[in-house]
Nanobody, 126 residues
């Protein structure tokens, strides 16, 4: 199984980026997925989650209203559209695949996902 993120970069505060995530070795259309981030010296935190069909999405309070998660199962791709970026959004962003939790309240927990990508760096300058 492979999980691969792309789309990170350097952007000014107030700008936008779109992250993408693809997988191989998984039935993409049947798995719940999520985005996480980790800043230096901090724990990995949940950013957003989405169910297998894309009909339900979940966000942390820190990104709600600014970030949008979506997926295109025909392209086997997960997206994270990030708008109104802030310097505090600077982190390594990780795509997570196969949610193994039993409740929606667990979707922001890193220990509830089985597969991870290597991450893509997002840096927001002030």
């Amino acid at each position: 199984v492979q999980v691969l993120e792309s789309g990170g970069g350097l952007v000014q505060a107030g700008g936008s980026l779109r992250l993408s995530c693809t997988t191989s070795g998984l039935t993409f259309g049947g798995i719940n997925m999520g985005w996480f981030r980790q800043a230096p010296g901090k724990e990995r935190e949940g950013v957003s989650g989405i169910n297998w069909s894309g009909s339900s999405s979940y966000y942390s309070d820190s990104v709600k209203g600014r970030f949008t998660i979506s997926r295109d199962n025909t392209k086997r791709t997960l997206y994270l559209q990030m708008n109104s970026l802030k310097p505090e959004d600077t982190a390594m962003y990780y795509c997570a695949a196969v949610f193994v939790g039993s409740r929606n309240s667990e979707r922001m927990r890193p220990d509830k996902y089985k597969y991870w990508g290597q991450g893509t760096q997002v840096t927001v300058s002030s």
